[in-house]
């Protein structure tokens, strides 16, 4: 609800609250998402950048394929709309990659 109503800092706190708290909680990678989702959108390119790769390249336990991919398609998307050109581009690279085939 937070997120919704784009009170960022209150929701990135309670995100890192919750995630340091239940670190074991299978909603964990949902809320490193959403925490993700609130660096991009409060413009904190540094951060977003760490958790965004973090997200993307696995480094979050349990999180699945699909949030991946979305932290990896936002990365790329808000490191090419930041100037990021080559980082973004090498991003949409990897998701060209690991993109499922349109066939399946």
Request: net charge negative; hydrophobic share 20%.
């Given at each position: 609800?937070?997120?919704n109503e784009r009170s960022n800092d209150e929701a990135l706190a309670l995100c890192v609250r919750f995630a340091?708290?239940?670190t074991?909680?299978?909603n964990v990678p949902d809320v490193k998402l959403t925490e993700f989702r609130l660096s991009v959108r409060m413009g904190d390119t540094e951060t977003a950048r760490r958790q965004g790769l973090q997200l993307w390249?696995?480094?979050i336990a349990?999180?699945?394929a699909a949030q991946r991919f979305a932290a990896g398609e936002l990365l790329a998307a808000y490191l090419v709309a930041v100037g990021?050109?080559?980082a973004g581009l090498e991003l949409y690279r990897g998701l060209f990659r690991r993109a499922p085939d349109a066939d399946s």
């Open positions: 609800m937070l997120y340091e708290r239940y074991d909680h299978p390249q696995g480094n349990g999180a699945t990021g050109l080559d």
